[in-house]
């Protein structure tokens, strides 16, 4: 009862949607307030009803119920309570109903916190963000029912996918979709902006939350989906450039210039119809990683489904609201004529070199992540684009966006000079340029990309405490008072810096071996003694394991005892490679244990890994500075906007 009470609040959250979408948007035409109010609570009434949705197939997993499909193909009574739980967004059909909660989530939040917006902006922001929520809820309800039942149900299930059976997996998928949908706040605010005709400094003031908690959330879900895939598959790396991959980085990417972007909107009233074009793109892109991700068009090994109705339906979905924004873009972005001017040397000439590379850099991953699809469809040809594509043709656009960070940071607005406003930089490009020169100095080779990558972490970092120390005025006691926004700017920019240096020390210097090792004949690998000490069998809660015991020492001292893994999941018949890691702050040492030799011993990988963890550290540091600038209370929705609401022309 409580599962067929699910399936019917789905179905009344899609009729409250298209409620949502249409009297608002009416009465926001018309003038009627009573009609424009109706958005509010409409929202309220979604979300509760998608959330009670959720928590009913979230109840059958936890309680195995097995007459339910979606449970019978993604669960266990031997499987874990935690991986019980995850299930529910585990596959297509729960995860799409996790997409559409959170979806309802970010349009109540706007009902619940927007009083501040004028009332016609208010209701047709809430009224697209309705016509997005019933389109996918119409998608979940025709094409991907989690509610199907079974004519006879079985004893057990068929258990998830042992690969997705991890805790950075389980928060993974909720974190990614948090920035994935919440792009589309910004996109239903850029609609609303070009249906009023209307682009100002308190648009920018309300769209900047929105698309910083997006970006902060994708930040998030991407550095968790990276440190899985680096100690839970066993190959040694942290980012592949799968086209599933990629279909996250490029709404971040987009994100990023659209959060820059907006800076020049708020404080100079430029860049207005670029600003609300990559609003549309960024939630765009969003849309297009789920294509990539449920219709099967692209072989990826975390896609969902391989099913061509879905695929029609979402890039039908793709189509209506992105081509729609778009021609409407066109209509009207004439008619949002930039007031500010500024000079070739400026913060916003800066901001503008900012954006053109990272939207270059996305159409970059976009045009490596499709061209495959393109040449099959036109030439019949099956052709792979992999890591070597991407490395050169995405690498040269992030080094000079590094380059150019701190210095855009510290110049004025409207006009500058570059040398006045490199002065307070010259410290920090001394300090980069002495690393690097002393990182190429004593590496054992000659690559530059490790010193290329020391330098300019260094650049960021020590630019962004410039750019710090240059507000305070000089002065240690002002730092403390300095807005959040700025410590906000200067920790997310120190947190790239981090990324980029742990991403090409790791590449530059890491080292691998692959050996056949018997049982206690230790072997050298880069400075380590590793000794395999006996493998044997082990039974898990839902697993048997092939689990081996190494002693890795350096100089004659225990360093660590190490378990790498090989499971077998019975139930799937599916076996996964379980890396052990000795995590470290400058080295973490990698171990896979693989298939027993003919001739006796194991098959056994070893990997140095140089400042490995601080490629997530500057994702965190990342997401942290993302955080402190949504607490600054300008850059709240409310902030500044009551005044604007005032003057806005009330309605009638």
Do not use: C
């Not at 991407?222 to 980085?249: C, H, K, M, R, T």
């Not at 607005?413 to 990182?439: D, E, I, V």
């Not at 080779?445 to 405490?465: D, F, I, K, N, Y």
């Amino acid at each position: 009862m409580f599962t067929e009470l699910g399936h019917l609040t789905l179905i009344l959250a899609l009729a409250v949607a298209l409620v949502q979408a249409i009297v608002p948007l009416v009465g926001a035409h018309k003038g009627w307030r009573g009609w424009m109010a109706v958005g509010e609570p409409a929202a309220t009434a979604q979300f509760l009803l998608i959330a009670f949705s959720f928590v009913a197939i979230t109840w059958a997993f936890v309680t195995s119920d097995f007459s339910l499909r979606l449970v019978t193909l993604n669960s266990h009574t031997a499987k874990p309570i935690l991986y019980k739980i995850t299930g529910v967004w585990g596959n297509h059909e729960g995860s799409m109903l996790l997409w559409v909660l959170i979806l309802a989530l970010f349009g109540a939040s706007a009902a619940w916190f927007g009083g501040a917006l004028p009332p016609r902006l208010r209701a047709r922001v809430l009224s697209i963000q309705a016509m997005i929520g019933a389109a996918f809820l119409a998608f979940i309800l025709f094409t991907s029912n989690p509610f199907l039942r079974l004519a006879v149900p079985p004893f057990d299930g068929e258990d998830l996918n042992p690969l997705l059976q991890d805790p950075g997996l389980a928060f993974h998928p909720p974190f990614l979709y948090l920035g994935y949908v919440g792009l589309s706040m910004a996109f239903s605010f850029a609609v609303a902006a070009l249906i009023e005709g209307r682009v100002d400094a308190a648009w920018a003031r309300w769209v900047r939350p929105w698309t910083l908690a997006a970006w902060v959330f994708l930040t998030i879900g991407i550095a968790l989906g990276s440190w899985w895939a680096y100690y839970e598959l066993g190959w040694g790396g942290f980012w592949f450039w799968d086209p599933v991959e990629n279909a996250s980085f490029m709404p971040w990417l987009i994100a990023a210039a659209l959060l820059h972007s907006a800076i020049v909107v708020e404080k100079r009233e430029a860049l207005k119809s670029w600003t609300i074009l990559l609003a549309i793109l960024a939630f765009g892109f969003s849309l297009i990683g789920t294509f990539i991700v449920r219709s099967g068009v692209i072989t990826s090994v975390h896609a969902f489904a391989n099913d061509p109705e879905r695929g029609v339906f979402i890039l039908a979905i793709l189509a209506v609201f992105v081509g729609g924004a778009l021609t409407l873009y066109a209509a009207r972005a004439g008619a949002m004529q930039a007031k500010g001017v500024f000079g070739l040397v400026s913060r916003e000439s800066a901001l503008v070199l900012n954006n053109v590379l990272l939207a270059v850099a996305a159409f970059v991953v976009f045009t490596g992540t499709i061209w495959p699809l393109v040449a099959e469809m036109l030439w019949d040809r099956k052709l792979s684009v992999g890591a070597p594509f991407f490395e050169k043709a995405f690498t040269p656009f992030m080094v000079v966006l590094a380059l150019v960070l701190p210095i855009g940071a510290v110049l004025p607005w409207k006009r500058g000079n570059l040398a006045k406003a490199m002065k307070p930089l010259y410290p920090a490009l001394f300090l980069a340029l002495a690393l690097t020169a002393l990182a190429y100095a004593v590496q054992t080779g000659r690559s530059s990309l490790g010193p290329l990558g020391l330098g300019l972490g260094t650049w960021l970092v020590a630019g962004s405490a410039a750019e710090l120390w240059l507000r305070a005025g000089r002065k240690l006691p002002r730092l403390g008072r300095l807005p959040r926004a700025d410590w906000g700017k200067a920790t997310a920019h120190a947190g790239l810096g981090i990324t980029i240096f742990g991403i090409a020390g790791l590449m530059a210097w890491q080292v691998e071996d692959i050996r056949v090792a018997r049982e206690g004949e230790p072997f050298s690998v880069g400075g380590y003694e590793i000794t395999l000490e006996k493998v044997e069998r082990v039974e898990g809660p839902n697993f048997l394991s092939t689990t081996a015991t190494m002693r890795v020492e350096k100089d004659g001292q225990l360093v660590s005892t190490l378990h790498p893994e090989k499971r077998l999941y019975p139930v799937a018949a599916m076996p996964t490679t379980e890396a052990a890691i000795d995590n470290g702050v400058f080295r973490d040492v990698y171990l896979v244990i693989g298939d027993p030799q003919e001739g006796g011993g194991w098959a056994v990988r070893t990997y140095i890994k140089p400042f490995a963890n601080w490629i997530w550290a500057g994702a965190i540091i990342m997401a942290l500075g993302g955080f402190l600038s949504l607490s600054d209370r300008r850059y709240r929705v409310a902030a500044g906007a009551r005044r604007a609401a005032l003057a806005a022309t009330p309605a009638e």
